[in-house]
């Protein structure tokens, strides 16, 4: 049994619920032991390859278990200062093996250590935990002979962590030189970490491909991680039938999927063929296969023919780019006015999916000025086609330890928000 920490993006049910996603299409045997905003432990009975970071947009550090002791024990040492609490840490530390592993090559090592805690009474403490651990191994390295330097921060900083591109660049992954503290309610995890996000990669992509939509623009992780929810395979042929300058046709082609891109405007026909052909040169995919054709949804099957599609995966239009939080009303007349668009697709995704092919569509999420969301009355329709919901969590992902995952599994859709635009995200993944 091998046991691995994932640390989210900022989004952690959307990176759960695409981590799920992706094991579950792989059939891959897994067990989520523990979650939390900030990080998930997952058992593997036979094991996991780190490298699958690279095709995750919503996770940004996977570590394996080294250790885990009761959460108590950080209480007594750090809340109460017990001194016997502190030697017993310095002791797990020492026998987990982590500092056995760090790189010594060098003269002198370069090591860090992140916290993550989701037990809220002792946040504020994490820099104190961060110093101490980082202070015993250390003392331990000067064991060995080694001079060391620890990766610590000033106590205003507001976290006691180190970011993924922090860990890239003093190269920490690959010198197994960064140590994960996870504290849980009941239990703590101590962890090394196997594998980082690249956010590079995904900038390139962003900024670096040949035509931009900036305002009208889905960022490439949110991209790769709607196409793991469809549940694509190598092979597959995946559809955006609004594929703008095709961002989520590019995330889905470097994942080996055959992509068919459409859109009304030929600018962005023209633009998502440039930005495809870019992708396919730059990352050396020889054999990518790729079409964009112009047209509009209400004849995609025309477009396309009928059931020849494995996944539809895209995001319509959204409604305007609203400079204020608006009322409910008008919130109401942007939706109104976007049904006709978006029942059309449905019609349409009807016909041209096979059998058991999955949409993941992005609906508009608008909060008011009175705080209430007004979304995009889409299930119904759905449902009337005779598609079925394909719930985010189910409750065979959770192991008997994962307490309150109920509300999990009750879940019928994933939101995003982000804070800069007024008009957010609701991702729907169905199946025919």
């Known amino acids: 049994m091998q046991t691995i920490l994932f640390i989210s993006g900022k989004n952690w049910k959307l990176s759960l619920a ?8 792989r059939t891959l045997k897994f067990e989520i032991d523990f979650f939390s905003k900030d990080y998930f432990v997952v058992e593997f009975p036979d094991g996991f390859d780190a490298s699958a970071i690279e095709s995750l947009g919503g996770t940004i550090k996977i570590g394996e278990k080294k250790a885990k002791f009761p959460t108590r024990i950080i209480r007594e040492a750090f ?28 003269e002198k090592l370069f090591f860090g250590v992140s916290v993550y805690c989701a037990e809220n009474p002792l946040r504020p403490l994490s820099g104190t935990i961060q110093r101490f651990v980082g202070s015993a191994v250390k003392k331990e390295l000067k064991g060995y002979g080694k001079k060391s330097k620890f990766m610590g921060f000033s106590r205003d900083r507001r976290s006691a962590q180190l970011s993924h591109v922090e860990v890239l660049k003093k190269n920490l992954v690959e010198n197994k030189a960064e140590i994960l503290v996870c504290i849980g309610k009941e239990e703590t995890w101590v962890a090394q970490t196997v594998a980082v996000h690249n956010p590079f990669e995904f900038q390139k992509r962003d900024v670096y491909k040949p035509v931009q939509r900036k305002i009208f623009g889905m960022p490439p ?14 092979g597959k042929v995946l559809l955006d039938p609004f594929c703008g ?18 859109d009304v405007n030929p600018w962005c026909v023209k633009a998502a063929n440039e930005n495809l052909h870019w992708v ?14 112009q047209g509009d949804v209400t004849k995609l099957a025309e477009k396309v023919g009928q059931e020849t599609v494995d996944c539809i995966v895209t995001e319509p239009d959204l409604g305007p780019a609203l400079r204020q939080v608006p009322t409910g009303p008008y919130a109401q007349k942007i939706i109104e006015k976007l049904e006709p668009l978006f029942f059309s697709l449905v019609d349409q995704a009807d016909k041209v999916l ?4 999955r949409l993941v569509v992005v609906t508009p999420y608008i909060i008011t000025r009175s705080r209430q969301s007004v979304s995009m ?13 394909v719930h985010p969590f189910s409750e065979d992902m959770f192991s008997q330890n994962a307490r309150e995952h109920k509300e999990l599994v009750n879940m019928r859709s994933l939101v995003e928000v982000d804070e800069q635009h007024k008009i957010g995200r609701q991702i729907h993944v169905y199946q025919k």
């Open 280 to 293: 396919k040169i730059e990352y050396d995919l020889e054999d990518a296969e790729f079409r964009v054709v």
């Open 354 to 357: 096979k059998k058991d092919g």
């Open 18 to 25: 695409e981590l799920a996603a992706y094991l579950k299409t």
């Open 79 to 106: 809340v109460d200062r017990n001194k016997q609490a502190q030697s017993q840490i310095v002791e797990i530390l020492a026998s987990s093996g982590l500092v056995d592993e760090i790189d010594k090559s060098a």
């Open 245 to 262: 300058v095709g961002t989520i046709l590019q995330e889905a082609l470097l994942e080996g999927a055959n992509v068919v891109g459409v």
């Open 221 to 234: 992780r949110l991209a790769r991680i709607m196409v793991n929810l469809s549940a694509y395979t190598l």
């Open 377 to 389: 009355p889409i299930v119904e329709k759905l449902e009337n086609k005779g598609f079925k919901l």
